[in-house]
């Protein structure tokens, strides 16, 4: 089992940036390979970065590819998101999840664990 809980939401302006964490139970972390979701509202989850239980694979959607960065520290059970260049289209939750396996994925099915999300709010 792993447990998982995102921090580090909020409000910022477009253009601007944030840095979510996901912290995990269990002293099995780098045996999963994790990813980040998000979901707006009336929308589906869609995935936006992953990454392998090393951190030497990273996984992107296109529209995380130029303004967001994801890593991990296994020896401190966390994995964090840099996103920079906030849109108002990034408004959503966010969720962390992993995998076990060692290479993330893009499909939500793929998931064994899902945290409860962070609000993520992008305005003006």
């Known amino acids: 089992q792993v447990q998982l809980v995102e921090s580090g939401g909020g409000l910022v302006q477009p253009g601007g940036s944030l840095r979510l964490s996901c912290a995990a139970s269990?002293?099995?972390?780098?045996?999963?390979?994790m990813g980040w979701f998000r979901q707006a509202p009336g929308k589906e989850r869609e995935f936006v970065i992953g990454i392998s239980w090393s951190g030497g694979s990273k996984f992107y959607a296109d529209f995380a590819k130029d303004r967001f960065t994801i890593s991990r520290d296994n020896a401190k059970n966390t994995m964090y998101l840099q996103m920079n260049s906030l849109k108002l289209e990034d408004t959503a939750i966010y969720y962390c999840?992993?995998?076990?396996?060692?290479?993330?994925?893009?499909?939500?099915?793929?998931?064994?664990?899902w945290g409860q999300g962070t609000q993520v709010t992008v305005s003006s």
């Open positions: 269990g002293r099995t972390f780098g045996n999963y390979a």
């Open positions: 999840a992993a995998r076990k396996t060692d290479l993330p994925d893009y499909d939500v099915d793929d998931y064994d664990y």
